[in-house]
Structures are given as structure tokens and as C-alpha cells.
């Protein structure tokens, strides 16, 4: 007789395991504690050049406060002013410099006793689009002026 195939077990590796999107974790002071090939695919970061480091990596110099205002609201708060269903939109930093803009939803991760213990993200690369919508935004207001 074969074992019964865990898939919660298998699925969590599947996800986790990703190239598709980036899948990262923090501790509550904002160093990173996990990184998936998405991430190294998205950011260019390798995992042991991600791992141990501050998440300002891929935050943009200008956004690093807010981020960091925000960052230590949740951690005190263990909430997020962002539903569960919200995708956020911001701009994101790669390993040589360029500019992405990503979507990403926040995951809180508590230990048994309910503490923060870090706070994870899905986070998924839009340039593509924004840079699609932008232009057709310039498109159609050069076409309103004329």
C-alpha cells in the first residue's frame, strides 16, 4: 500500500518553489529570512546575496521611509491598513539598478502566541503593463489636446 500523498505539504513546496513570482519573508526588523527563484529571477538577487540583508535592496532610496513608517505600524499593530484582498502596486529595485514596478499582497506571520515573527509578500513583476498603460494614458491625452 503507498502513502497518501500530503498535498498541503506538496503544495506549499510547489508555491514556494516558484520562478513565476517572487516570494520573500522578513523578520520584524525588515532583514530578509527567506527567498525564493522567483525573487532571484525578478530582483537578479541570488538567494545568499538577499538573505541576511535589509529589504531597502529592492526599495527605491525616495520610498524607504514610508516603507519603514509603514513597515513598523504593522509590526506593532500585527495589521495592515491594506485588506487581504488588495493588491498593492509600488516601485521596486532590481540588483543592477533598474526600476520595476511590482504588485504584491502582505502575509503577517505569527508564532503560536499570536507575536509577529516576520512579514512575508507575493510579489509579482507589472512593468510591462504599467509601462503599456502609461503610454496609452500620454496617448489619449495628446489625442484630448489636439
Not at 50 to 63: C, N
Request: glycine content about 8%; aromatic content about 6%; cysteine-free.
Amino acid at each position: 500500500m503507498t502513502q497518501p500523498v500530503d498535498f498541503s505539504l506538496r503544495l506549499a513546496q510547489a508555491l514556494l518553489g516558484t520562478r513565476a513570482d517572487a516570494i520573500l519573508a522578513a523578520d520584524p526588523d525588515g532583514i530578509i529570512r527567506f527567498w525564493n527563484p522567483g525573487a532571484i529571477r525578478i530582483f537578479g538577487f541570488a538567494e545568499d546575496q538577499a538573505i541576511g540583508r535589509s529589504l531597502d535592496i529592492i526599495i527605491p532610496e525616495k520610498l524607504r521611509a514610508r516603507h519603514w513608517e509603514g513597515w513598523k505600524r504593522v509590526v506593532q499593530t500585527s495589521r495592515s491598513r491594506y485588506a487581504a484582498d488588495q493588491m498593492l502596486s509600488v516601485p521596486a529595485m532590481t540588483s543592477d539598478g533598474r526600476r520595476i514596478s511590482v504588485e504584491f499582497t502582505l502575509l503577517i506571520l505569527h508564532d503560536q502566541d499570536g507575536g509577529i515573527v516576520g512579514i512575508g509578500a507575493i510579489l509579482r513583476d507589472v512593468t510591462a503593463r504599467f509601462n503599456e498603460l502609461r503610454d496609452l494614458r500620454t496617448k489619449v491625452a495628446g489625442a484630448s489636446a489636439g
